[in-house]
């Protein structure tokens, strides 16, 4: 595994990294202040975790006079995607889905 998707993985890792990301996707360009919002932690593990983010290349920052606005980036999730996920044919995936929601049912 190349250094790359290692920081990926571990960036991925955090259900706090995760729902940032989740924030952005549900809308993109925030600013730290508004990501703070309705998290349940400090403004300062929210910039941690950005910076982790922003290291794996999942977020994006652009500066827009003094606002600073993040944006995700969803080609590393992409390669990851192709390499790992990718190969495995949709019918065999949701087959597996089917499988599996079957056997929760029963």
């Known amino acids: 595994m190349t250094s790359d ?10 259900p706090c990294r995760r729902e940032l990301l989740d924030r952005l996707t549900e809308e993109n360009g925030q600013t730290l ?16 975790h950005l910076a982790l983010l922003e ?7 652009v500066w827009r006079g003094r606002e600073k606005l993040h944006y995700l980036n969803p080609e590393p999730i992409q390669q990851i995607y192709q390499r790992w996920l990718g190969k495995f044919e949709p ?3 949701q087959a597996l889905a089917t499988l599996k929601q079957a056997l929760e049912d029963k």
């Open 55 to 61: 290291a794996a290349n999942l977020v994006v920052v």
């Open 5 to 14: 998707a290692h920081d990926i993985f571990k960036a991925l890792a955090d």
């Open 91 to 93: 019918q065999r995936l």
């Open 33 to 48: 202040g508004s990501l703070c919002e309705r998290m349940a932690i400090s403004r300062q593990g929210v910039t941690k």
